[in-house]
């Protein structure tokens, strides 16, 4: 796979270096690989900063911004950032009000922001963390021990993202976010490998007539291989292996989401077929986003995370957002 | 290449399914494929219509929304809408101050826009149009007279549709949209080939070691092959391209646009490079929008768009759009 780069070595760096550019509302570290919105920390607003391995871009960097994270730690290429990032972008955005680290289930992050937690602590910042663990495809994984964290990621930092902009405590933001977290399920499959820019060959080998049925988003082995499948089957399965594991009581919010390389047409097209799925099993839908919010490189593929919606996740949801890559008024 | 769709007959059918389901303001006539904003027509506003063959995505369907088009046509992959789309959109936005269609220069898009404008106004509504051809690669191309329609047709529309919603005349956003055009340059380089639905293999043959300099969106050939290239060397050269046709006086807009499967970590490096370019060729950069926004399927590769920017063109950029592609508030 040709790569649109300068040398391996310089992928992250160059593409902070890009984000500086195109962002003046973000200050973005490049030599400390951190990412902070430009008015941080603000007063008296609970902090919510997250970060993970490169890779799943907008996540996390997109996401630095009014309404959602008020900082992001970006690792190597699907390589945990280190506690010293996350005890910095502590130290950036709290306003004394605490920071809450939203970490995906990988035990790189899970460990990193455990030392960072308790570093940060021994500066005097109070810190809370939640651990997203969404995907349903399979317990233990290759860099996870229980479920993975994936699209969910994006719910948990818009929604508790805007309950902190509106003012709530700590407590309050880290229980709504652990809710969140309770209350969303993801489902994934590759139709394509990724590609890392350090090996540069395709990280699996994936047939041309087959798909990677649950796969993770740094195109760790899902449940199996399948025989390709049409849009149509890989909605009923992927929406169908996720009521599988949980019922919704009331609406979701669904994410439709490209793994990076799957053009907006085919994830528009792919929606519909989500959309029936859900209509067929009784789930009514209250949002739907679509797009290539939560990557894996150059995957060609697509996920689908539900969450269930009550009137306060609705209020949270429709609240202002302004990150590079989620961004709506009022 | 494996797609995620049904079959290749549906796909745009399905996709435009799927726009309705995701985007409650927009109304999609999938029939009769038509996009328009819901609360269109707006009383006072000229209306703007776009529209071109689908596998640009977001351009344009979406791109319609208050601040920018009150109707897209999307054809077939890589082919022109039809007069009675066009047609239908105009009746359906027209508020009586005219409608402005913005079209790309495509043979097929020219002349199926200029037999929709008479039958428009055999039916009594007033239309303008004004064609974009801002690619500066080459000269007559596979589907086109003249130069390329690119990446300034998201300029175009945005800009023109901040003047629409305004309140500014017909005469005025017609000469502004021409302004634009006449500012704007682009230039596109291919790292991969993209696969339309229909054939299911790649478009052209671009060998591993290869790139497509000054590509077309729908894979047309550029100026020539070359063997692969760093992002710094294709900044230099996509820009020096650009630079050697025209230099802006001023400030520009600069847009970095992936062609579909380039992932956002990558533009964000390459835009490194732009910017470092735009600075050492003595142009500065007042507005960056890195993104796909104007695709070719799943082509892989980028290109660079900019446009000379004065005070009124930066107070229409910033001024408030809500669409499914582009979304800022006040």
Redesign the interface.
Known sequence: M??????PE???G??????A??HPDLVVDVEGRVVVRRDAPVAGKVALVSGGG??H??LHG?FVGPGMLDAACPGE?FTSPVPDQMVRAAAAVDSGKGVLFLVKNYTGDVLNFQMAAELAEDEGVQVASVLVNDDVAVVDSTFTAGRRGTGATLFVEKLAGAAAEEGQPLERVEALARQVVENSRSFGVA??SCTTPSKGTPSFDLP?GE?EFGVGIHGEPGRERRP?M???E?ADASVGAILDDWQPRGPVLAL?NGM??????????????V?RVLAERGVP?AR???G?YV?S??M???SVTLCQADEETLRLWDA?V?TPGL????
């Open positions: 040709k790569m649109l780069m300068n040398v310089s992928v992250v160059d593409a902070l270096r890009g984000m550019a195109a490169s890779g871009e907008p997109g290429v139709l394509s041309a798909l390709m049409t849009s149509r890989i439709v990076g390389a799957t053009p907006l047409l085919e994830l528009y097209g792919f929606n519909a077929e959309q839908v739907t986003l679509v290539n990557t490189l150059d060609a593929g697509c202002p302004q961004r709506w008024g009022r």
